[in-house]
């Protein structure tokens, strides 16, 4: 493994933290932070009970950031056809006092190649991105996702198709992957939606509304993010924590 971080790796994901015991991660990692400090680690633990996969998280257990499933839960529900309300998502956060580690470290996601894909409509998946670039969390999108492709189906019953090259092509055509582009690309220029604590404002409903706000080193950066996934447009009032400055479309 450090073989391939000579390579040039950035990051691994790791496949079995489940099935081997904490003593192990804990040397393995240790191991690797010896020549790579800080070097990133997340594994896969398929449960959702946050704190049975949070112990992979401490520092003690080898410091592995893990995939959310408990927020991967939620997300199914919100942004696919049950249509349940942000809510559901907000005690999925820990953002303070929560089992985990750091938080803001999970990979957050609402499928991958071991369970049925998001079932939900275009406008579902716009949804979804739009919460998964901006809240905490570092976004893992599995393959297709961008086109909705095999959406609902499952592990052996078409979600690990294959994409193909044709699908590739033809994927700036879809209207999830033109807005998934602009959402990650105005993530990729924000240093607040990237790394920013999180202070909740309105997690309710069709409507969210919260605070991604970084200082550090000299760098300091407040987005305020508004999502909405009803059908229709909507206003949002916002009056608390509100600070004097320049504000400004982050799109524009």
């Given at each position: 493994y450090l073989h391939w971080i000579d390579q040039g790796a950035d990051a691994f994901r790791i496949d079995t933290i489940a099935w081997m015991p904490h003593a192990f991660w804990k040397q393995f990692t240790d191991r690797i932070r010896e020549k790579r400090?800080?070097?990133?680690?997340?594994?896969?633990?398929?449960?959702?009970?946050?704190?049975?996969?949070?112990?992979?998280?401490?520092p003690r257990n080898g410091g592995v950031s893990v995939l959310d499933f408990p927020m991967k839960q939620a997300m199914d529900e919100v942004f696919g056809r049950t249509g349940a309300g942000f809510e559901r998502l907000a005690p999925t956060l820990?953002?303070?006092?929560?089992?985990?580690?750091?938080?803001?470290?999970?990979?957050?996601?609402?499928?991958?190649?071991?369970?049925a894909r998001m079932d939900a409509s275009d406008e579902g998946f716009i949804d979804a991105h739009n919460w998964l670039f901006t809240a905490r969390g570092i976004p893992v999108v599995y393959y297709g996702s961008e086109t909705g492709f095999m959406r609902g189906r499952a592990e052996h019953a078409g979600n690990r198709n294959y994409f193909g090259q044709a699908r590739v092509d033809a994927a700036s055509e879809s209207p999830i992957h033109a807005q998934l582009t602009r959402?990650?690309?105005?993530?990729?220029?924000?240093?607040?939606?990237q790394r920013g604590l999180q202070?909740?404002?309105?997690?309710?409903?069709?409507?969210?509304?919260?605070?991604?706000?970084?200082?550090?080193?000299?760098?300091?950066?407040?987005?305020?993010?508004?999502l909405n996934k009803g059908d229709a447009a909507t206003r949002i009032g916002i009056d608390t924590l509100v600070q004097p400055g320049a504000w400004r479309d982050a799109f524009d």
């Open positions: 400090p800080g070097f990133f680690m997340f594994g896969e633990a398929f449960d959702y009970d946050e704190a049975n996969i949070a112990t992979h998280t401490l820990f953002l303070e006092g929560g089992p985990y580690a750091n938080p803001y470290e999970l990979a957050t996601f609402y499928d991958n190649h071991d369970m959402i990650a690309n105005l993530r990729r220029q924000s240093p607040a939606l202070v909740n404002l309105v997690l309710e409903g069709d409507v969210a509304a919260f605070y991604r706000v970084y200082q550090h080193d000299g760098v300091a950066q407040a987005a305020l993010v508004l």
